[in-house]
């Protein structure tokens, strides 16, 4: 049975079909890849599958046997889907460890069990006991990105949804990015990952989607939808991908 399975999955805003009938499985334990233009409909159908700030208007969604298109946004992360935002989002007037509790205590655990959490996500992603102590608002792009990955891993998800972990970050970052969700992976947390990187993509996921105006262009191995000229034309232009 696949970790989270979408059948037929729609939102649109009016008249604008921002998520037309999308259907895929991801299984557990892979890291599984959506790209698309600007505006293809990646975040909202993260939206419709977090239920953060919304579901779906039609279709199924159904996270570890459990249908979720109807459940509320807390709900969902308390059955272990967790996820991160593209802008990179933290409490900056708490701590680092503050803000990682947040996501322990989110996760619906207690006390001590949430600050073991939240203390053992923090150093997973990097930071150091001396870092605990620092507002969040003093941190780089990057560290505030580890900061919100190490706050979702605190919830301890079965999957983790990220929302262009490697957007604004320079290459040795992203590389740094590659390492850490593929670490995360690890820890067995199945990952759906929207990325425009194409190079963090293709070296992460064992399957790609394309979106192409809120409709599924392509899926399947990563190399052949790559090469998939409809994917060319829509996505990628005339640029070449090794
Ligand atoms: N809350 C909203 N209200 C109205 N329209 C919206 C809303 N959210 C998204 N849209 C529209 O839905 C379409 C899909 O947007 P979405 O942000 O999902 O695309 P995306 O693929 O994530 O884009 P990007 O790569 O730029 O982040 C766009 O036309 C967008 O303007």
Avoid: W
């Avoid at 049975?1 to 259907?23: I, P, R, T």
């Avoid at 900056?92 to 947040?102: R, Y």
């Avoid at 580890?146 to 301890?156: G, H, N, V, Y």
């Amino acid at each position: 049975m696949a970790l989270l399975e979408l059948d037929g999955v729609s939102k649109a805003f009016g008249s604008l079909k921002a998520v037309d009938n999308v259907s895929f499985k991801v299984e557990a334990g892979e890291i599984f890849g959506i790209a698309g233009p600007n505006g293809s409909g990646k975040s909202t159908l993260f939206n419709t599958i977090t239920g953060i700030p919304f579901g779906p208007d039609r279709g199924t969604i159904r996270f570890d046997g459990v249908e979720i298109q109807k459940l509320r946004g807390h709900r969902i992360a308390r059955l272990g889907l967790a996820r991160t935002f593209q802008r990179e989002t933290a409490f900056d007037g708490l701590t680092v460890f503050e803000n990682a509790l947040m996501g322990s205590a989110f996760g619906g655990q207690q006390t001590v069990e949430a600050a073991a959490s939240a203390a053992e996500a923090l150093e997973f992603v990097g930071f150091s006991a001396q870092d605990f102590g620092r507002p969040a608002g003093e941190l780089s792009v990057f560290q505030r990105k580890c900061l919100m990955l190490a706050t979702a891993i605190a919830m301890k998800p079965k999957m983790l949804l990220l929302d262009e972990p490697a957007s604004s970050l320079t290459k040795p970052e992203i590389d740094s990015s590659i390492e850490l969700i593929r670490r995360t992976a690890a820890r067995g947390i199945t990952i759906l990952l929207i990325e425009h990187v194409l190079t963090l993509l293709m070296s992460l996921s064992q399957h790609l989607l394309v979106l192409n105006e809120g409709s599924v262009l392509a899926l399947g191995d990563p190399r052949t939808v790559v090469a998939d000229q409809r994917v060319v034309e829509a996505y990628l232009g005339s640029r070449k991908v090794a």
